[in-house]
């Protein structure tokens, strides 16, 4: 089997005796002369929350489809619990779905909705009555067996289709965008309740969206996508403080982009200055580059602070903007010379408001070591 040197280094690619739950092998997908997936290889564990994240028009929808057996794949191989089911139908492939727009049928009751999936798999009717009173208690609806789906707040329909995906006790289930009808609240109440259940079922989850905040929060890994290409495979907090990419490091999170250059290369680290900052990076990204050579240096608003002006090892700047957050004040710094843009620097608290008015000058300090540098260029 060839291995994917893009995603060689990444854990998958280590952990050959635990078999996938859901495997893709260079899986290619067109929609005429459109390539809406390019050769995708991905192993996701057993019990694992997998993250599909991207923009729209990215693929990931098209790789959640692909794995359910709604497109057939162009070339690859997909494998679902060391099966090969490239050609199976979706309907034999053993997976539970949640649609964005949850897809209940208006004239059944909650019950009727949930059992459908065991009743066309003619499971019995007493079975299904045991199953069905279990889903419901499992996402804690019980006593809404009889209402119909227009009775239901949008929160109760999401927990309804959850429950008909989970009763069929599928191999694997698929979430395409499910919170995205949800207000923000009802949403992050609902992240924490899919998680929880997730858990305690250990089922193999594949979960799309293009919420940066809900894919950081939910999921054991992430796999980011752009333009049909997998950029990224790796835990959370790795994807946020080691982005492989310039695509990465923009779209997961906020991102100062400064100016620097490239000072020294030594083994798997490189030292970049900003103005009269030194700091570590990875060497991965910008080993191609020679000393002296000009790089993108990515910053996150959190790992920046404020000190006086002037100081040693700072840069220089002029607070042009507040925006008090409730937890956090943000500040917009004019930098010009270290960054192209203004600077976003994120103050814990709310004493910013008042030490660092609009027109201050101030310096700026990098206070972490999770940075990263690009060779210069656009943003993906």
Same mark, same amino acid.
């Given at each position: ?158 927990? %309804? #289709?959850?429950?008909? @995906? !989970?009763? =069929?006790?599928?191999? /694997?289930?698929?979430?395409?965008? &499910? ?103 990875? %060497? #991965?990204?910008?080993? @191609? !580059?020679? =000393?002296?050579?000009? /790089?993108?240096?990515?910053?996150? &608003? ?79």
């Amino acid at each position: 089997m060839r291995t994917d040197p893009m995603t060689a280094h990444t854990p998958e690619a280590t952990s050959e005796k635990v078999r996938p739950a859901v495997q893709l092998d260079g899986v290619t997908k067109r929609f005429g002369d459109s390539m809406a997936l390019h050769e995708a290889w991905l192993k996701i564990r057993p019990s694992e929350f997998m993250t599909l994240l991207g923009p729209s028009g990215c693929g990931k929808t098209t790789l959640l489809n692909l794995v359910a057996g709604f497109l057939e794949a162009d070339n690859g191989e997909i494998f679902i619990d060391g099966d090969l089911v490239t050609e199976t139908p979706a309907h034999m492939r053993e997976i539970g779905i949640v649609f964005q727009n949850y897809a209940l049928f208006p004239h059944m009751s909650v019950a009727k909705n949930i059992a459908y999936g065991l009743k066309t798999r003619g499971v019995d009717k007493k079975e299904i009555a045991r199953r069905v009173d279990e889903a419901l208690a499992l996402v804690k609806l019980s006593g809404f067996a009889d209402r119909k789906p227009r009775q239901l707040s949008g929160g109760q329909q999401q927990r %309804v #289709a959850l429950a008909r @995906a !989970l009763v =069929i006790r599928p191999k /694997v289930l698929l979430l395409d965008e &499910p919170f995205s009808a949800l207000d923000k609240n009802l949403r992050g109440s609902m992240q924490v309740e899919l998680k929880q259940i997730q858990r305690e079922l250990g089922v193999t989850t594949i979960f799309v969206t293009h919420d940066q905040g809900e894919a950081l929060s939910m999921s054991d890994r992430i796999a980011v996508m752009s333009a049909g290409r997998i950029r990224q495979i790796a835990a959370p907090d790795d994807i946020y403080r080691r982005p492989a990419d310039r695509f990465v490091a923009s779209f997961v999170g906020d991102a100062n982009i400064l100016n620097g250059r490239l000072v020294e290369k030594r083994g798997d680290v490189a030292v970049v200055s900003v103005g009269d900052i030194s700091a570590e990076v990875p %060497v #991965a990204p910008i080993a @191609a !580059l020679s =000393i002296g050579d000009a /790089v993108d240096v990515f910053v996150r &608003p959190e790992h920046l602070s404020v000190t006086a002006r002037g100081a040693s090892g700072s840069l220089p700047g002029t607070v042009t903007t507040q925006v008090f957050q409730g937890g956090h004040v943000d500040l917009y710094i004019d930098a010009s010379g270290s960054a192209r843009e203004r600077i976003l620097l994120r103050s814990p608290g709310i004493a910013a408001l008042s030490s660092c008015p609009v027109g201050a000058e101030i310096g700026l300090i990098i206070g972490s070591d999770d940075i990263v540098a690009f060779p210069p260029g656009e943003a993906a």
